[in-house]
């Protein structure tokens, strides 16, 4: 099964490369660069993860991380940031995040913060759904 990742980052040079990145390591991906509408178009694409940068243009990334939540979201949701203080990165916990990725990154960080929590746990049973 193709593990599906959902983008959401207004600078169209980077939302291109994660695109690029993650489709060359084998996931599907879909992206919006706004933040308004992407509730639904994670209902949609059902995506295994969620890519989220901190600030868009019309809609703060924190809030979308909570709305995502809210509307029963369970998947993981890495953000993506400048930022690295104390005060962001405990935001993006208490609101449901997984994590962050620092802007700028190297391929290989992405990757590897992808694939960390999409990985099964040793011994665990997998039933797909879809």
């Known amino acids: 099964m193709t593990q599906r990742v959902f983008v959401v980052e207004d600078d169209d040079l980077l939302r291109e490369a994660v695109d690029l990145i993650l489709t060359h390591a084998g996931y599907s991906l879909a ?11 994670v209902a949609r694409f059902k995506p295994h993860l969620v890519l989220l940068d901190i600030r868009l243009p019309d809609i703060s990334g924190l809030k979308l991380l909570s709305a995502l939540r809210w509307s029963g979201y369970k998947a993981p949701i890495l ?15 208490a609101l449901g995040g997984n994590g962050y ?3 700028p990154f190297e391929p290989k960080d992405l990757i590897g913060r992808v694939r960390a929590p999409l990985k099964p746990a040793s011994g665990a049973i997998h039933y797909l759904d879809d």
Do not use: F, I
């Open 79 to 93: 953000m993506m940031t400048t930022d690295s203080s104390a005060e962001t990165v405990r935001d993006v916990l």
């Open 101 to 103: 990725l620092l802007k």
């Open 31 to 41: 992206s919006t660069a706004v933040g308004n509408g992407a509730v639904n178009l």
